[in-house]
């Protein structure tokens, strides 16, 4: 029997449409399968009269991997876009990450030394901490009472919907933490939007390879196993082993998206909203991360949301009991050598763009032996 290609890939999102350009570039053909009707999975932009809009939730893109950055720009080249978020609470706006801005409005400091001496106070009563165990912990250790009170607590308990006790203190590491004035989000020295939103990175990734849209691959398993020699899941990896070992859980969003007829509605890309009692946790403005000057705009609320089996995942809680099921999951996997598992939902990992297309090409190249 002729198998007609060499990979199935499960998912047109980044790790699936960049694991299949890779491999495709060194002749291995690949159809890709994709539930949604679009590819590109969460970086989806949906265009509303010039604005791009980011469907599934706001994504920059940002990396300090040199051979990331070269390969995306094979494909794209990206805006001077900087993300640099505020933080409403109680009406008052700061700039994040936590920096001389920040300190200064909240606690009219304005010298790095004075700063310094004002955390150092805050910490002062968390030092006893030397391995955090939660978030809580490692917030209040690096960032001292004011701080995780205003801008941590309610935000983190809201978005991950339990209390910040109960999370992994990695999650808060992410968050950059600095002594000058500087609001940009992130460390990494690339950053920027894709010029034309992220459609582009997508089209050009998944150029000349097939992909068939809204074909789910749990309605007829063995038809599409029989299609190529190897597969590539790059969904939740419970449901690809039925939840044998039980539902890995994690964190849903719900988007309210609203075209308003102004020319710009919060001046900034992302605001958050930091208290627990506001039931959103930002507000996203699309038209700033590509300096749009049209004169409607369109702002997306995002609302967290529990997760159940049948509505998006978006977040994986890797909290120890998940952390327990998804080993169970993982050593399974490994068993068939002609299943490959890939991605955010695959991994059960808290995976940036970046991450997702280095860990793609590095499975590419495992797989070519380059
Ligand atoms: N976070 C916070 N306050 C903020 C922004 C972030 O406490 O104003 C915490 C929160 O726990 C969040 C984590 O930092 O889940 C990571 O934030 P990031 O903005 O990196 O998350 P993402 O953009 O992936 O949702």
Redesign the pocket.
Known sequence: MIIPFDYLIIGAGLFGATFAQKVSEHGKTCLVIEKRAHAGGNTYCREEEGIHVHEY??H?FHTDKDHVWQYVNRFVHFNHFINS?L?NYKGKLYN??FNMNTFNKLWGVNTPAEAKAKITEQRSLYQQITEPKN?EEQ?LKLCGEDIYRI??????EK??GCP?TE?PAF??R??PFRFTYDNN?FNDPYQGIPIGGYNPLTVGLLKGIEVRYNTNYFENREYFDSLARKTVFTGCIDEFFNYTFGNLDYRSLRFEHERLEINSFQGNAVV?Y?EASVPF??IIEHKHFEFGQQAHTVITHEYPLNYKVGIEPY?PINNENNMKKFKQYKEKSILNPNVLFGGRLAEYA?Y?MDDTIEAALLLAKKELRI
């Open positions: 939730g706001a920059i978020p933080a994040l990450p978030l917030a801008f941590i607590k309610g935000y983190t978005q991950w910040a999370l999650i808060i992410r968050l989000y958050n930091n946790t930002r977040y808290y940036d």
